[in-house]
């Protein structure tokens, strides 16, 4: 089982206080998403599960584990980027097994978690071409591509899809719904899309200055806003 539980979970940078202690209960295999204004704190959110910022107090655990302080390489967390966060000089290939590289794994074996995860997006044609030879689309699955090689039991995704086209968009929201069905694992993922939002969403995190105005399903939080905040984030008048 590999539940996020976010206990008294507060971030400040110096004297700002950004995450005014969130407390989050996310189950095994969810698809959580994490919605709100600008600067409200989701990133930062996602980025205190990554490991990528140290939490100034309060607890994060994964599956059984206490991870508060545990580097995110050994967190079982792969956090998802935009596509222009490849290495443009290095190939599909190259830039799908670098982080596996990194962290000392053999060239078999990468080569082996590279042609099973370029299967499941579809990327087994294009394995040696370079960033630039490939579409918006493609480009982001290789992004995918990168945190699935490590089979991570959490899936981190800020905004991956902000910077891609409308129809594009809609397409990859489907295949990242597809991928949510066949690997099973628990994914945490920001947007400020609607309806990316309730198309995704198991459970819809509604975060408002640093701490969570409302959580539920995205039918709850739909019929049953507790205020106007979160109705203007979800769509339905109240
Ligand atoms: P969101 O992703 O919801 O737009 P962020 O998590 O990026 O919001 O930022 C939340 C707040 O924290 C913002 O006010 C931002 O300026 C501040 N912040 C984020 N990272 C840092 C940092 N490294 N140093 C100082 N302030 C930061
Ligand atoms: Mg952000």
Known sequence: MTDVVLTKLKKSFGPIDVIHGVDLDIKSGEFVVFVGPSGCGKSTLLRLIAGLEEATSGKISIGEQDVTYVEPAERGVAMVFQSYALYPHMTVREN?????????HDTAFINERVNKAAEI??????????PKQLSGGQRQRVAIGRSIVREPKVFLF????????AELRVQMRLEIAKLH????????????????????ADKIVVLRAGRVEQYGSPLHLYNDPDNQFVSGFIGSPK
Not at 121 to 130: C, G, Q, T, Y
Not at 158 to 165: K, R
Not at 183 to 197: C, K, N, R, S
Request: aromatic content about 4%; glycine content about 8%; proline content about 2%.
């Open 181 to 200: 069905n066949d690997l099973g694992a628990t994914m945490i993922y920001v947007t400020h899309d609607q309806v990316e939002a309730m198309t995704l």
């Open 96 to 104: 799908m097994g670098f982080g596996l590289k990194m962290t000392g």
């Open 121 to 130: 997006l579809k990327l087994d044609a294009l394995l040696d071409r370079k």
């Open 158 to 165: 800020d905004e991956p899809l902000s910077n891609l086209d």
